[in-house]
């Protein structure tokens, strides 16, 4: 890359912007490499070589050289998340509003796939807590799901929809995240392919979808609830602008996020509301390009129209029974059916549930246990990687790394079972999906749309 790579009118466009330095900028462009960041899971603690902290994350670490992931098995236990180091931000936004654990909240994020902020939401929650993660784009739903079932937690809520179906659930969350569409111009050194996207005119027409998706989606916060707004883009137009539009149509007031200044992290105020705001660019930080504000909704809203919830389904006893077995401490959970498959979600969650079931269409609730066939649960992959799964009445059978290779690409593998059944396949004690042990062969059951495909390189895994 070369200065003269980046768009026409680009580097102009951003000489007035708070804390833009043109020659920083570019030589960060030219001379570094985009960082390469994980976040662990802090429900699935592994033996993990990380090498610095991400300073605004406790869970965010970053890596001197970048491995190859796809042939790491504990990436595909959930025992990580690899994320850019300046979006994990958003965890020292919540950690700092969010002033009472022991009172549940509810948290929207409303623009979730691939699931990065998701899972990082999801970390810092209790089981009480619920989080919806919405995706408005169906075809980016299935990534969505699969990362959230990989970090285990059965707190967690898929939707598929509009911003503008969320303005029927007035009041209904505690937390907003909108990590809005953008002209994406923090992604450039990550992503050179951005500088093609990228004009003056996308810039203003993200505004204006910017502000529909606010609109649409501010009656479903709460009074005193909280919207955290980001996005990967330097433009004011997209940023500070924005704020005085939420500050002046909602009359929302802007929260001040404590930074420390060896983070590098630029702090803003808009023009108009001098609300704040924070900008990460590239040779400040060690990380790409982001925004992030925090405001808080002083409106009263009304809250959700009360209806009677739906009485549990009528199902049969003795089947529950078996599904129950499974789980860990069944009794905290709500068991219910889509279709064939048994579902369950923590109990706390039954009205939460029942609520946005009336108004959005959802592809995940809760954990997804399988389907019964007589007596026995043809157990689901969601099951496996969860948390909650009573790991003493199943199976255990342990791989090596090259035997957990062989099972992730859906292969045959080489190993002695003496054993028959249903069995979790394991890699250093954290599940990865299932297997049927037989007298003469092993069943292989990862899912096909997850397999690696890839041929391995040789500097595969950590």
Known sequence: MNGHNFPENFLNSLAGEPGFD??????????????????????????????????????????????SFTFDPLFHAGCYYVQEASSMFIDHVLKFIRQ????????????????????????????????????????????????????????????????????????????ILVDAPCSGSGMFRKDPQAMNEW????????????????????????????????????????????????????????LRIPINKEWGIVETASAAQKAWGYRFYPGKVKGEGLFVACLKKKAQTQQVPSFKTKGPQKLALKEMEIVKTYFNEPSSFYFFKVNDDWMAINRSHKDSLDTLQRHLYLKKSGVRAGKLMGNDLIPDHELAL??????????????????????????NIDINITEKGWSLMTFEDHPLGWAKLLPNRINNYYPKELRILSARPTDAGF
């Open 100 to 175: 009472d654990e022991d009172e549940p909240i509810k948290v929207l994020d409303l623009c979730a796939a691939p699931g990065g902020k998701s899972t990082l939401i999801n970390s810092a929650l209790n089981s009480n807590d619920l989080l919806v993660a919405n995706e408005i784009i169906k075809t980016r739903v299935p990534v969505l799901c699969d990362n959230l079932n990989r970090w285990g937690t059965s707190n967690t809520i898929v939707s598929n929809n509009d911003p503008r179906d969320f303005g029927r659930l007035t009041g209904f969350f505690d937390m």
């Open 22 to 67: 043109a020659a920083n900028f570019t030589n960060a462009h030219l001379f570094t490499e985009s960082p390469t960041a994980i976040r662990i899971n802090p429900f699935k603690p592994a033996s993990l070589k990380t090498d610095q902290q991400v300073p605004w994350c406790a869970d965010g670490f970053y890596l001197d050289t970048r491995p």
């Open 386 to 411: 969860s948390l909650v799964i009573n790991k003493d009445i199943v199976l255990q059978t342990p791989l090596n790394y090259e035997q957990a290779i062989q099972y992730l690409r859906r292969e």
């Open 199 to 254: 004009s003056e005119a996308n810039v203003n027409l993200c505004h204006q979808r910017q502000e529909r998706i606010l609109a649409d989606v501010y009656p479903a916060l709460k009074e005193n609830g909280y919207l955290i707004y980001s996005t990967c883009s330097y433009s004011h137009q997209e940023n500070e602008d924005i704020l005085d539009w939420l500050c002046g149509e909602f009359d929302m007031e802007s």
